[in-house]
């Protein structure tokens, strides 16, 4: 009979390591023994269901450690929306488990150090995790593989496919979407998530200290986060109940206008690990423009991780001497929602009090950042890691790379979007422009995208930050200058 870690992890988006398996002899002793404890090491994958590494342990029969590891972050949780978000999946993630009769271990610090001081302290004979895409992650994953003195399996389960999966014909990776896409349609088989993994009956694990969730600091020490309470529901409960909801026959027309709820809103579940994309994937059934934003994000993850320099360099070099300008004025502004172009200030504005923005309308404000202002795309990038409970390295980077010009299939600098027109085409009754930026909410539709035009202009609402149309030709002739 297979190993029953491998049965439920499917070769397409699995790897399974083991130190059994790589042959190395002083370690082949050490095969997982029933009573010895399966340490499972938790990241941003806080969930029950369809967690191939916990089905692997539970499945195992050995007692079951689950661990949580805090070292600030760095790469998928180091923003202040972000920490928020963690702190309260983390709480909730740490509550599903005691309803199962499990014991969240948390501790604070290097994974390096605490991932084999924990193993060996309970004498683990095996330690199991989900791998982490991004490259940087993944090479310490495998340094703590090498340091573990017991057997350790590893996962897939955080993308659609597996980023070694997809090659183009020479055998590189993709920097073009559409292709892209074509090969995953034909390669990849997006299995089908399994449920919660079966957890009864375990053995007691040791008792093990734990810090307190409280003692990581994560949550904000002056109250900004009330907007983010009303929005979201952290944690798989809150993951799930959105999937339930999701209502998505319209989403091709929906998804562009802000002014609705006509996408899904998993991104930060989907960030946090409190839902696998694959069971997005099967939830939402053949509607595939929903889908295919779902290989968007692998594609962006694909991107990561074959290209780790892009976390913050641009994709293509010729932008590595782009001469951005730096103006922290101007920046505050644009940080604050308050260019005077009603558009940029409702996303930017939206962004501080939820912690989310609509796609379109973050196209929108980071083609403003980088093109009307000329500041570069890792200013944009930082704040939005900051303040996105979503932010992602490798979704954030490449958004902010395609809107700068300077990524993959990214749209070409000299596509500048004009915010007036966005404004008039994706928000055209002014309707997120009002919810967000009440100072303009009493102007007529047709001036509301350009309130300077308007008969009485509201004093309380400042004058356009730049000209669009000198601001337009400043961005072409400083994109003329790197290509010359
Ligand atoms: C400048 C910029 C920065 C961005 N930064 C992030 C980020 O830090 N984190 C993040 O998750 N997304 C980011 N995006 C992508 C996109 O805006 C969000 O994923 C989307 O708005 C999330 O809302 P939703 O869950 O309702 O999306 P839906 O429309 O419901 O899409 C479903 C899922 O598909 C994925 N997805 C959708 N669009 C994209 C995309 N363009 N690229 C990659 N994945 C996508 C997301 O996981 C999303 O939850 C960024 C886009 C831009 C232009």
Not at 122 to 136: F, K
Not at 174 to 199: M, Q
Request: hydrophobic share 40%; aromatic share 10%.
């Amino acid at each position: 009979m297979a190993d029953p870690a491998e049965r439920v992890a499917p070769a397409s988006v699995c790897h399974v390591h083991s130190h059994q398996a790589q042959g190395s002899p002083g370690k082949i002793s050490s095969i997982p023994a029933p009573m010895h404890p399966t340490l499972v090491w938790f990241e941003n994958d806080l969930r029950l269901h369809d967690h191939p590494a916990l089905e692997a342990a539970a499945r195992g029969g050995a007692p079951i450690v689950p661990l949580f590891v805090w070292n600030g972050g760095d790469g998928w949780g180091k923003g202040a929306a972000s920490q928020w978000w963690l702190h309260h999946s983390l709480v909730a993630f740490s509550d599903s488990l005691a309803d199962v009769g499990l014991s969240l271990v948390v501790r604070r610090g290097d994974p390096e150090t605490i991932v084999p001081e924990v193993a060996r302290s309970i004498n683990a004979g095996l330690v199991t995790w989900l791998e982490r895409p991004d490259t940087a992650r993944a090479e310490r994953d495998s340094r703590i593989e090498k340091a573990l003195e017991c057997p350790v399996r590893r996962f897939g389960g955080a993308l659609l496919h597996d980023p070694e999966q997809i090659r183009t014909g020479s055998g590189g990776p993709y920097k073009v979407f559409t292709p892209f896409y074509r090969k995953f349609a034909e390669e990849v088989a997006v299995e089908k998530p399994s449920g919660v993994a079966p957890l009864d009956g375990l053995e007691s694990p040791p008792s093990i200290d734990s810090e307190s969730i409280d003692s990581l600091g994560l949550l904000p020490t002056i109250p900004w986060d009330e907007g983010l309470a009303e929005c979201w529901t952290p944690g798989e409960a809150g993951a799930r109940s959105r999937l339930a909801d999701l209502e998505l026959e319209d989403y091709a027309e929906e998804r562009d206008i802000p002014s609705i709820e006509g996408t899904s809103r998993l991104s930060p579940h989907l960030h946090f690990g409190e839902v696998s994309p694959r069971e997005v994937w099967h939830v939402v059934g053949n509607i595939e423009p929903y889908r295919r934003q779902l290989v968007w994000r692998d594609f962006a993850h694909h991107l990561i991780h074959h290209f780790p320099e892009t976390r913050d360099r641009p994709l293509r070099k010729e932008f590595e001497s782009f001469p951005w300008r730096r103006d922290d004025e101007e920046l505050a502004r644009w940080q604050k929602g308050q260019t005077g172009y009603p558009i940029v200030d409702a996303g930017m504005r939206q962004l501080w009090h939820t912690g989310w923005m609509h796609n379109r309308v973050r196209m929108v404000v980071a083609s403003f950042l980088t093109k009307h202002l000329l500041h570069t795309w890792l200013d944009g990038q930082a704040w939005f890691e900051d303040t996105l409970v979503d932010a992602d390295l490798a979704n954030n980077v490449f958004g902010w790379q395609w809107a700068g010009g300077c990524g993959a299939d990214a749209q070409p600098f000299f596509r500048i979007f004009n915010p007036m027109t966005q404004g008039k085409k994706f928000d055209p009754k002014g309707a997120y422009v009002r919810k967000w930026v009440p100072e303009l909410a009493d102007l007529p539709n047709k001036v509301i995208h350009e309130p300077w035009t308007a008969d009485n202009v509201p004093e309380n609402y400042p004058a356009p930050i730049v000209d669009h149309k000198e601001a337009r030709e400043r961005a072409l002739s400083a994109y003329q200058k790197t290509r010359n």
